[in-house]
T-cell receptor, first 113, second 111 residues
Framework: DAGVTQSPTHLIKTRGQQVTLRCSPK?????VSWYQQALGQGPQFIFQ???????QRGNFPDRFSGHQFPNYSSELNVNALLLGDSALYLC????????????FGEGSWLTVV | GQQLNQSPQSMFIQEGEDVSMNCTSS?????WLWYKQDPGEGPVLLIA?????ELTSNGRLTAQFGITRKDSFLNISASIPSDVGIYFC???????????FGSGTQLTVLP
């Protein structure tokens, strides 16, 4: 049973560039959430996707956008990268009918230089 | 917005000792989750709590959902070196989709 998988694991981008991060949810899960975790802090909610639509959004600018595909996988896009966007980006998956149990992937480390 | 206060921020304990950490919230939660995160990795779910007063164990770990629904604690008994890591509490309230995380407890186990 595959857990939550994310790619890439590490990447370095230049300020002003754009980045796309990918996530495949745990088998049987249909809901994907994205979190940003800065060094030394707890994860912060970015947004959640269900049935290919954004259902809820945290306090992040619209430079952060996402997408969910029919197979439930998801992408996180960040445009016009800032140095402050450097963080671990975590994907979390759950099943709508059991939404309280949420599993995280290993994360994608983004460094903006 | 919602805030979770997690304490202590860090703990240094001897191998074999018991550990206790807790989280308090300014608002009511209907779910409490406890995660462990190792350096460079994603959080791993340890225990999930769904009902006020619920006490749940997972091996040497025990967690409780506070009766007021505004707090939770995690106990680790007979600590071992592999318990080292950062422990996060996370809560979800009402119809909210997202988890709100505490700031983490860094646990160090000394041999």
């Amino acid at each position: 049973d595959a857990g939550v998988t994310q790619s890439p694991t590490h990447l370095i981008k230049t300020r002003g560039q754009q980045v796309t991060l990918r996530c495949s949810p745990k088998s049987g899960h249909d809901t994907v959430s994205w979190y940003q975790q800065a060094l030394g802090q707890g994860p912060q909610f970015i947004f959640q996707y269900y049935e290919e639509e954004e259902r809820q959004r945290g306090n992040f600018p619209d430079r952060f956008s996402g997408h969910q595909f029919p197979n439930y996988s998801s992408e996180l896009n960040v445009n016009a990268l800032l140095l402050g966007d450097s963080a671990l980006y975590l994907c979390a998956s759950s099943f709508q009918g059991q939404g309280n149990t949420i599993y995280f992937g290993e994360g994608s480390w983004l460094t903006v230089v | 917005g919602q805030q979770l206060n997690q304490s202590p921020q860090s703990m240094f304990i001897q191998e074999g000792e018991d550990v206790s950490m807790n989280c308090t919230s300014s608002s009511i939660f209907n779910t409490w989750l406890w995660y462990k995160q190792d350096p460079g990795e994603g959080p791993v779910l340890l225990i999930a709590l769904y009902k006020a007063g619920e006490l749940t164990s997972n091996g040497r770990l025990t967690a409780q959902f506070g009766i007021t629904r505004k707090d939770s604690f995690l106990n680790i008994s007979a600590s071992i070196p592999s318990d080292v890591g950062i422990y996060f509490c996370a809560g979800r309230s009402g119809s909210a989709r997202q988890l709100t995380f505490g700031s983490g407890t860094q646990l160090t186990v000394l041999p």
